[in-house]
């Protein structure tokens, strides 16, 4: 009998390392909210969440321990080839550069305005350019949140 060998996504094992670096970073952080371990003190939950998130990552690697990456990958080049094609497609990357435009766009111009131009360019470019019920659907959308924080809620929003 012949054991069947579990693969791995390319880039896996590295995520997996990175987790757990971010674990730590996140340990290191929650311990310096109150700069010790008490029960009650402000960064006891962060600190379990962090621990939580650490034992995670461990869990991972654990689990990763035995598992291979695909034969037909050859190269630690050629795994993050084949990982920048399987994760960077190419309305993840615009979807992410949007709205890192429409973080920086908040500080300049209100919320509403941006938030009004953001979704309508994505509604615009994730329904192929339907632009008239785009532009309805996000000023519906723009109206209910003004309702619901502004005169609901009572929320000021930047």
């Excluded at 791995?8 to 109150?34: H, M, N, P, T």
């Excluded at 399987?86 to 941006?114: C, Q, T």
């Excluded at 109206?143 to 000021?156: D, E, G, Q």
Aim: include cysteine; hydrophobic fraction near 55%.
């Amino acid at each position: 009998m012949s054991k069947k060998i579990e693969r791995v996504q390319a880039g896996e094992k590295v995520f997996d390392w990175l987790l757990l670096l971010l674990s730590i970073g996140v340990l290191i952080e929650a311990y310096r909210i109150d700069g010790g371990l008490r029960l009650n003190s402000a960064g006891s939950f962060p600190v379990g969440l962090a621990l939580v998130m650490l034992v995670s990552s461990l869990a991972l690697i654990v689990s990763h321990r035995y598992k291979r990456r695909d034969e037909s990958i050859k190269s630690a080049l050629q795994e993050c080839q084949v990982f920048l094609s399987d994760h960077f497609r190419s309305h993840i990357v615009v979807f992410s550069i949007a709205a890192i435009i429409y973080l920086a766009a908040i500080v300049w111009a209100s919320f509403y305005i941006s938030t009004f131009i953001f979704l309508a360019a994505m509604f615009i470019y994730f329904r192929q350019g339907r632009v008239v019920s785009s532009l309805i659907i996000t000023t519906v959308a723009i109206a209910v949140i003004y309702v619901l924080f502004t005169v609901v809620f009572r929320v000021y929003l930047p």
